[in-house]
């Protein structure tokens, strides 16, 4: 018969190896293996380009060096139609917004989830721009990610981040554009009178729709590149002429 005096090394070391186990950290996420688990708009996820597995992370590494250097008098925050200000855009940003401290945290592909994960991940930290000009939610939209309500919820929640990392600036709350195809469009229809309820105190509402609509009710393509998402050069003068004189 075995007696405690025999069994209780190996119930010691059963004990012990479970706290060890217990105590062991959990280990991080491989951001770059692939895109975040599924959530709803309001949940925060890392964003993940499958052609390029380590670019959306080193886009973000790059918003936080901007950060880092300061002087951002506004803060553009968005998906890749902000993002294209760096590039179909280019030149309206050098005419228009360069000269008022602007920044463009624009990264192609983001729904709310990223924004909201990249302000939680320390790129508003630290910075106190008079004016953050916020576009976000048609890429939900596309991968089908909320209903129109949820995703309200979720640019909802974005405005309350922001405002949470830097409480006396201004929020320019833009709809969302008009698009080609039309399943896509109805579904922008819908989500916009929901976003423009945002818009109460420092969130101020900027509607785009007369700009890039026309009187037949489709989106003007030659403000768009070929896909009827993007923006071509036009489109962003367009666009700088209703916004600039918000912000100045």
């Not at 996820?45 to 886009?59: C, E």
């Not at 309820?197 to 009187?215: E, I, Q, S």
């Amino acid at each position: 018969m075995k007696t405690l005096r025999h069994l209780l090394p190996g119930v010691l070391g059963l004990s012990l190896a479970a706290l060890s186990f217990a105590q062991e950290p959990a280990v991080a996420p491989d951001m770059t293996a692939g895109p975040a688990p599924v959530g709803k708009p309001w949940e925060p996820g890392w964003g993940f380009w499958p052609k390029v597995p380590q670019a959306w992370q080193q886009t973000h590494q790059g918003m936080l060096k901007k950060r880092d250097k300061g002087g951002i008098g506004i803060l553009f925050l968005g998906d890749s139609i902000t993002a294209g200000w760096s590039g179909a855009g280019k030149e309206t940003w050098a005419a228009e917004f360069e000269p008022l401290k602007a920044a463009n945290f624009g990264i192609g592909g983001d729904t709310t989830r990223q924004t909201l994960w990249r302000i939680g991940q320390g790129e508003l930290d630290g910075l106190k721009p008079e004016t953050v000009v916020l576009m976000i939610g048609v890429n939900n939209i596309f991968q089908n990610n909320g209903t129109d309500a949820e995703i309200a919820k979720g640019v909802e929640e974005v405005i309350k981040r922001i405002q949470a990392k830097t409480p006396d600036s201004t929020i320019i709350l833009q709809s969302v554009l008009p698009l080609k195809a039309e399943a896509f469009d109805k579904r922008v229809q819908a989500v916009n009178p929901l976003i423009e309820k945002l818009a109460v105190g420092k969130v101020r509402w900027l509607d785009l729709t007369p700009t890039f609509r026309g009187a037949d009710g489709k989106s003007i393509q030659e403000l768009y590149t070929e896909d009827g998402t993007h923006l071509g050069p036009k489109g962003y003068e367009a666009w700088a002429k209703v916004l600039a004189p918000v912000l100045k």
